[in-house]
Structure formats: structure tokens, C-alpha cells
Nanobody
Framework: QVQLVESGGGLVQAGGSLRLSCVAS????????MGWFRQAPGKQRELVAG???????NYADAVKGRSTISRDNAKNTVFLQMNNLKPEDTAVYYC?????????WGQGTQVTVSS
């Protein structure tokens, strides 16, 4: 089993920044793909950003240019730096970790952007 713990969410004004962190622990056998999804009230969960084991990054169009995903492999940690936040970025952000064709999820961290 793999456990994920997110941190860094909170309340921020529009135009502000937040840095989310997610630490994976447990039965980790190798460097794997990690990333972030988000889910706003009444909406489906959507991909925000992902980073492969080799370091390739992909972003949702909605956050491209405003967000940067990075990782620290030695600490099994993934980060999401979000800048110029908008009210539409308000959501619960979930970290994921892929291993052996299984996707593990964190419990989520709330991001609220006020206008």
C-alpha cells in the first residue's frame, strides 16, 4: 500500500500564489508518475498537472503558464506551484501516485481563491 499526504492548500486572494506538496510513503518500489487532479463543487475531477518518472510534464490548458509541477525523487514528493490564482481555481486538489497499474490518491487539500 501507498499513502499520500497533501499539504499547502488554503485561502488566497485572486492573483496570489500557493505551493501544494504531496508526500508518498509505504510500499514504493520505484520512481513513478505523480501529479494533481482537482474537483470543484458540482464538477468532475479533472487533471491539473502530471510528471512522469522521467520528468516529463503535462498541464491542463486552464493552468498552463501559471503553474509548475516538480518532484523530489529522493523524498517521494511532488509539488505544484500555482501563481496568479483565479476564483475558478477553487477546488479540492488531489495528489495521485501510479505504481504497478494502480493509481493511489491522497485525501485532498482545499484551495479557495477569493475575488
Amino acid at each position: 500500500q501507498v499513502q499520500l499526504v497533501e499539504s499547502g492548500g488554503g485561502l488566497v486572494q485572486a492573483g496570489g500564489s500557493l505551493r501544494l506538496s504531496c508526500v508518498a510513503s509505504g510500499s514504493i518500489f520505484s520512481i513513478n508518475a505523480m501529479g494533481w487532479f482537482r474537483q470543484a463543487p458540482g464538477k468532475q475531477r479533472e487533471l491539473v498537472a502530471g510528471i512522469s518518472s522521467g520528468g516529463s510534464r503535462n498541464y491542463a490548458d486552464a493552468v498552463k503558464g501559471r503553474s509548475t509541477i516538480s518532484r523530489d525523487n529522493a523524498k517521494n514528493t511532488v509539488f505544484l506551484q500555482m501563481n496568479n490564482l483565479k476564483p475558478e481555481d477553487t477546488a479540492v486538489y488531489y495528489c495521485y501516485f501510479d505504481q504497478m497499474a494502480h493509481r493511489y490518491w491522497g485525501q485532498g487539500t482545499q484551495v479557495t481563491v477569493s475575488s
